[in-house]
């Protein structure tokens, strides 16, 4: 009795189990149920029996639960990846969203990430630009963000900044900065303060429009180094009824670098940042009619004196929170005797009063774009002085930052679903991908934004550190393309390892972009065969035609030094620069070789077998020494001399002094000669000794006009 209730209640189950069976574009149903035959004897029923749709007769009798078949499926995007799972009886077991690299979120929500998640370092607009809110930073984003935040300032106290005064102060500060380049920002702020003191007339002080413009420019030298410049414009408006009508303007640059230890272990949660640079500031000429007091400088924020600058910032970015701590210094330049007039009317030294600030903030950053940040800034100056304003003991701040992508680059997101399938069906190859880095052939630097085209599948491209990965493909053999400006391009016919990923790193050759040079050589202007040689950004060795045509050549872009030499002739050079895609006309007019050798090369001198002619008691070269140095200038060529030191001597008569300065200008002379005639700068050095240096006694006219001479020192061959 007992097997034949057992046996009703499974045909029971099998009966009933496709009403309750989800339905959908994503789902299919258990393959119906034949009718159970009527038993022939109550007491031993045959099994229930169901038909597969994907089998062919006979049919064979299902499994019970705990034995049926199972197999899993990774479907990508809304299709299942090749394999067909619309007529099967499926139940997901997991999803998982991903993002097309080079689309990910420029500031994701860092809620529920790992503690030490690159993320989790997000990149905000403080009070004025990127940086934490007070202290700017080198570590920019990525390009094409626009970030704003809007800053809140309260304080409140007694005492301040001279006993029986309170002071209230609020201010308000909106910011908004845009990083068209990966290496820039540009950035703008507005700012509107009201200060309320028992100690100024009025007691209700409000400054409104305070303006800064700047321009930032950082660049990634790798390992966690980031390096750069704030260049930045104050403006401040006319305040209050102290008859501030005036408009005061201060320029404030700054060198930055960043270290993010992050890069270096990702068990060090660091970001380091530290600036140095100086504010020029003119807010002493808003106020010329009568003499602020203590309070009236703080609300006025009116300095008498330039500024030298230090900062440094700490962050510690975890998920959902990142605690940071900012220190800043303003110290006063210029001041006389380095001492400051208190409001007691006593002498301070300045750095007692000077501006020293310690912060503790936090910023809130589980939103996706959006970050709150609050905080308190404590003074650190024990002195108030006249000429710049008085440091609060306390200031406290809440704000919010917000980054918009205002180009829209897009999200594309696709979802990955592991499937359990009940009834085995027929499956297609398990798909795969493609995965590796790109990198700079020359540098071995990775390369980001390199787009990857893999035959059938979506482009994807590669991240900050080079990494790409493809979309699931299901073929044995695809083919792959690579392409960035500035590269060549790069195809492949790539064979597909089954059931794992395939590795692929590249290494991406620059594109070199090719400029054109036309060059001619002429003597006594008429064309002659001359030896051209080419240095620099490339090399090349041509003859030029003893005809009028120009002979010309391509080649990369960038600086050269180009040089004419031809039989009889004296060599000369020329220091050139062409653009990609530029062409430069390249004209030499040779002299003969004179007949008389006046100059001779002994490996560490050149030495002249006649004297440099100047002007009596100047620097001024006579043109009849012109030819001397034009063989001096070929002799240089000639022999691949790659620095000079030109000296200067003089005789005996006149004052030690002039006669150094007279052989200083001397050489300077002649190296500026030498110079014009080709011979690049930085090969070149010259150095006046005076009469320091006699090479015959000064008793005699002969002997002072030997000493009265131009040397030619080799340096480096």
Do not use: C
Not at 27 to 48: E, G, I, L, Y
Not at 325 to 344: Q, R
Not at 508 to 537: Q, R
Not at 608 to 614: E, G
């Amino acid at each position: 009795m007992v097997p034949m209730i057992r046996t009703l209640i499974a045909v029971a189950v099998l009966a009933v189990a496709p009403a309750f069976a989800q339905t959908g574009d994503e789902w299919s149903t258990f393959p119906p149920a034949q009718p159970a035959p009527t038993p022939v004897k109550p007491a031993d029923p045959p099994p229930a029996k169901v038909e597969p749709r994907t089998a062919p007769p006979p049919t064979r009798a299902a499994p019970p639960p705990s034995a049926a078949p199972r197999s899993f499926t990774v479907d990508a995007g809304v299709a299942d990846a090749g394999v067909d799972v619309s007529d099967a009886d499926t139940r997901i077991i997991s999803q998982k969203e991903r993002f097309l690299a080079g689309t990910e979120p420029h500031s994701p929500s860092t809620w529920g990430n790992a503690w030490n998640a690159p993320e989790n370092g997000r990149v905000t607009a403080g009070q004025v630009g990127i940086g934490t809110v007070f202290v700017p930073s080198a570590r920019l984003g990525p390009r094409g963000v626009v970030r704003v935040s809007l800053l809140g300032e309260y304080l409140n106290q007694l005492d301040f900044p001279v006993r029986s005064a309170q002071n209230i102060r609020s201010a308000v500060t909106f910011a908004a900065s845009f990083q068209p380049f990966e290496w820039g920002e540009i950035f703008v702020s507005y700012g509107a303060a009201a200060n309320t003191n028992n100690r100024t007339s009025p007691n209700l002080i409000q400054a409104l429009g305070d303006l800064s413009l700047g321009i930032k420019v950082a660049h990634h030298f790798g390992k966690g180094f980031h390096a750069g410049a704030d260049l930045r414009l104050l403006t401040f408006s006319g305040v209050g009824n102290q008859g501030v009508d005036r408009f005061a303007v201060g320029f404030k640059p700054m060198l930055l670098a960043t270290y993010d230890f992050r890069e270096l272990s990702r068990s060090a949660p660091f970001i380091l940042t530290a600036g140095l640079g100086f504010t020029l500031d003119s807010t002493s000429g808003l106020v010329i009619n009568q003499r602020l007091n203590a309070s009236e400088e703080f609300a006025l924020n009116v300095n008498r004196y330039h500024r030298f600058n230090f900062n440094l910032a700490l962050e510690l970015p975890f998920p959902v929170v990142t605690p940071f701590f900012e220190y800043t210094l303003a110290a006063p330049l210029g001041v006389p005797n380095n001492e400051l007039t208190g409001p007691d009317g006593l002498f301070i030294n300045a750095s007692a009063a000077m501006a020293q600030v310690f912060g503790l903030g936090l910023k809130i950053t589980a939103v996706k774009d959006l970050t709150f940040v609050t905080g308190f800034n404590f003074g650190l100056a024990r002195s108030v002085g006249l000429g710049v304003p008085a440091t609060p003991p306390w200031n406290f701040y809440l704000g919010a930052q917000f980054a918009i992508d205002p180009f829209q680059r897009g999200e594309t997101k696709f979802v990955e679903t592991i499937r359990e399938k009940k009834l085995e069906v027929a499956k297609a190859a398990s798909p795969v991908r493609l995965e590796g880095v790109v990198t700079d052939a020359e540098t071995k630097q990775p390369l980001s934004g390199v787009i990857i085209a893999v035959g059938g599948v979506k482009p994807s491209a590669t991240n900050e550190v080079g990494q790409y990965e493809s979309l699931p493909i299901t073929a044995r053999s695809v083919k792959l393309s690579v392409a960035r400006d500035g590269y060549k391009a790069v195809e492949r016919e790539i064979a597909v390892e089954a059931n794992k990923p395939t590795r692929v790193d590249l290494a991406l050759e620059p594109d070199v972009k090719k400029a054109k040079f036309e060059v001619s050589a002429t003597a006594n202007k008429k064309p002659i065969k001359a030896d051209i040689v080419f240095t620099g950004a490339g090399e090349a060795k041509l003859q030029t035609p003893d005809g009028n045509a120009p002979v010309e050549v391509e080649l990369p872009a960038g600086t050269y030094t180009i040089t004419a030499s031809a039989a009889g002739h004296l060599a000369q050079t020329r220091d050139v620069q062409v653009q990609a895609g530029g062409k430069l006309v390249v004209t030499f007019d040779l002299v003969p070789s004179p007949k008389k050798i006046l100059v001779i090369f002994k490996g560490d001198k050149i030495e002249i077998l006649q004297q440099v002619r100047f002007a009596t008691g100047k620097s001024t070269i006579l043109p009849e020494s012109f030819n001397l140095l034009q063989q001096v200038v070929d002799a240089i060529i000639k022999n691949n001399v790659k620095r000079v030191k030109v000296e200067g001597h003089t005789d005996n008569r006149g004052g030690k002094a002039a006669n150094e300065t007279l052989s200083e200008d001397r050489a300077r002379s002649v190296m500026e000669y030498l110079v014009a005639q080709g011979i690049d700068k930085v090969r070149l050095e010259s150095v006046g000794y005076g009469d320091s240096k006699p090479v015959a006694p000064n008793l005699t006219a002969r002997g002072r006009e030997l000493n009265r001479r131009v040397e030619f020192i080799v340096l480096e061959k």
